[in-house]
C-alpha cells in the first residue's frame, strides 16, 4: 500500500505586511531575550537573545486572566499574549505561516469517529476488521 505523502510547504508572511484572520492558528516565529527582565539601568542587554517557532493563534482581541485587553496579538497556548514585532513587548511575533494540514488531509482537525479511519488512511494500515 503506497504511503502519505508527508512533505509541505512552509510560506512565512511578514507581520509588517500582513496578519493572519482573527482565530486563524499559526506558527510564529518569535524573538526577544531570555531571560526577558535581563536589562540593566545602563540599557545593556544580559541574558541570550532568541528566535524560536510556536504554535499560536491570532486574534483581534483578547482578554488576559487579569481583565486586560489585547489588540491584534498572538495567543499561545500557555496564554502568554505576544504583540507583531515593532510593538512594546518584551517578545514579539516576526512572521506567521499558516499550520499544514493533517497528514492525507486537506484539513487542521478530524474530531470523533472519524479518527480511527483517518489515522489508518495516514499511517497507510488496513482495517484491523
Given at each position: ?21 482573527s482565530g ?26 532568541f528566535w ?17 485587553e489585547h ?59
Open positions: 500500500m503506497e504511503g502519505t505523502n508527508l512533505k509541505t510547504v512552509v510560506t512565512w508572511v511578514d507581520v509588517h505586511e500582513r496578519l493572519p484572520r486563524t492558528p499559526v506558527a510564529a516565529a518569535i524573538t526577544g531575550r531570555y531571560p526577558a527582565d535581563s536589562a540593566t539601568e545602563s540599557d545593556t542587554a544580559l541574558g541570550e537573545e524560536l517557532v510556536r504554535p499560536m493563534y491570532f486574534t483581534t482581541l483578547h482578554r488576559s486572566e487579569d481583565g486586560a489588540r491584534d496579538c498572538f495567543v499561545d497556548s500557555d496564554g502568554v499574549v505576544r504583540s507583531p514585532h515593532g510593538l512594546a513587548s518584551a517578545e514579539t511575533v516576526t512572521h506567521w505561516a499558516e499550520l499544514p494540514t493533517l497528514p492525507g488531509r486537506t484539513t487542521h482537525a478530524v474530531l470523533g469517529e472519524d479518527v480511527p479511519s483517518a489515522l489508518r488512511n495516514a499511517w497507510g494500515a488496513r482495517p484491523t476488521a
